[in-house]
């Protein structure tokens, strides 16, 4: 767990290094040139000025610590400090000139999470946490405030966000996880999308969101925000525990709405 001077100086360091990195990618979403990855997503030329952006505010400020990005490698290692980032989660939405995506930025340390951040720019506000210090969420570069997620609201009338339908039982090919139960159960799904839906999960807006493709540098941020606002969160067969190695992921407001969604998605 961080101390809280600790904590003080990574946001003194993270805060500014986020901003800019914001300030970059809004600054290049009306001229954007689309490439695809191996796996068939877009990638862009902010995503990638942007995680250089980042890896260096953090290799300057902790010489030291590892790093991991979604654009350029590296490694978690299993002892001392890993940075995770995302340096534009929601890229479609980015690329289609939408306000709705963000960067992810977090903290492992011996292979645990224990700080992360959903920074969303065009929207102007960020949320973060660290473990045991609270979920906080920060508008306009203004004084933080703390949040929390809704309170218990039964399944049939919870409200969940969702971001793809891939690996899921409505794509072609079919995927294993039975989205198409949830929906059909549960109060609403709303199609939110990427790292918007949790921040809005941490202050009470929504219920539930649920994503089936992840990757440790998106799911490392989201799980210490939603512990810390007070949620629930797991993969999609409800595993708790090593959820860095998890490719689906679950959060909600209570254990006991998180349970009811991974039952209805569990493959036949």
Known sequence: ??????????????????????????????????????????????????????RSSLAAAWPGDAILGEEYGGAIVARGRSWLIDPIDGTASYVLGLGTFGSLLSLVVDGIPVFGCIHLPAMGETTYAAVGHGCWLRRDGGRPRRVHVAAPRPYATANTGLTSYKQTDLYRPKGPWRVSRLIGTIGR?????????????????????????????????????????????SDFAGREGDLLQASTFVAA?????????????APV
């Not at 440790?216 to 989201?222: F, K, M, N, Q, R």
């Open 253 to 265: 407001s209570g254990v006991a709405l998180r349970r009811a969604m991974c039952r209805r998605l």
């Open 1 to 54: 767990m961080l101390s809280v001077a600790e904590l003080r100086h990574l946001l003194s360091v993270v805060m500014p290094a986020l901003t800019a990195a914001g300030e970059l990618t809004i600054s290049r979403q009306r001229r954007i040139a689309i490439q695809r990855k191996l796996d068939g997503s877009e990638v862009t030329a902010a995503d990638r000025a942007a995680e250089r952006l980042l």
């Open 189 to 233: 799904v709303r199609l939110v999308g990427d790292c918007v839906q949790y921040a809005l999960l941490c202050r009470g807006e929504l219920d539930a969101a649920i994503d089936p493709r992840m990757s440790a540098w998106d799911i490392a941020a989201l799980v210490v925000c939603v512990r810390e606002a007070g949620g629930s969160v």
